[in-house]
């Protein structure tokens, strides 16, 4: 099995922290660095073989990286050299992807099982699978629906429930066929061409624990909550 795990971002919402570092090498808890727990976690669910796209600060994570060997698994790079968009830095590594393989953010923190994300993708016969989270969000207002001047529904501090996309999918190349290598690529373009042409994606719901450690705020939680769940995260470490 082969994962691609996308670390070519500046990580500004992150600053200062990534001031120096990429994101994916921000320390958390005492030891590790995020994208080491990527890796041990990917290797521990049978993937033997990652690529690693880059950009700011790319030699330091090929400095850390090396070749993969650390952790039993086989690492090559594709540099991008302009931003790309989420899924446009796979569009210029296409012709050395596999069928069927993992795409990743590289800065999430999750006990999520890639290696049956991967599985069930294959399995779904879907161009492309998306590992998704259920969220809420609190209004504090008082929420109104109008209609030609009237009002005609109330509801006070609702609560939305819905689910968002974990930085985790299951994508075949006949996903990306129909677009050109080195133009940007965004997830929402590539869901929304897949919806208007009615081959939709498929959805690996999950439930366990995930953390996208996008802002300054969630690094701290992040750093708060990793030795409850270190376990979860680094089995066997």
Request: with cysteine; charged share 20%; proline share 6%.
């Amino acid at each position: 099995m082969h994962a691609v795990i996308l670390a070519g971002g500046k990580g500004v919402r992150l600053r200062p922290y990534t001031t120096a570092l990429p994101k994916p090498l921000v320390p958390i808890g005492e030891e590790h660095a995020i994208l080491e727990i990527v890796m041990r976690q990917l290797a521990g669910a049978g993937f033997t073989s990652c690529t690693l796209a880059i950009g700011h600060l790319g030699h330091i994570i090929r400095a850390y990286v090396g070749d993969g060997s650390q952790w039993g698994m086989r690492v090559d790079y594709a540099t991008e050299e302009s931003p790309l968009g989420t899924m446009g830095p796979l569009l210029t590594m296409i012709d050395r992807l596999p069928e069927h393989f993992l795409a990743m953010n590289g800065d999430i923190l999750t006990d999520l099982d890639f290696g049956d994300v991967y599985r069930t993708h294959v399995t779904s016969g879907a161009p492309l699978t998306i590992a998704t989270y259920a969220r809420q969000v609190n209004i504090d207002f008082g929420v109104l629906t109008t209609d030609a001047g009237r009002v005609v529904g109330f509801a006070e501090k609702p609560s939305m429930d819905y689910r968002v996309s974990m930085g985790v999918y299951g994508v075949s190349r006949a996903a990306l066929a129909r677009y050109t290598p080195g133009l940007p690529l965004g997830f929402d373009e590539l869901v929304l061409d897949m919806l208007e042409e009615k081959t939709p994606p498929h959805a690996y719901d999950f439930e366990g624990y995930w953390l996208d450690i996008g802002r300054p705020d969630d690094y701290d939680r992040a750093n708060r909550e990793f030795s409850g769940h270190r376990d979860l995260l680094i089995k066997g470490a």
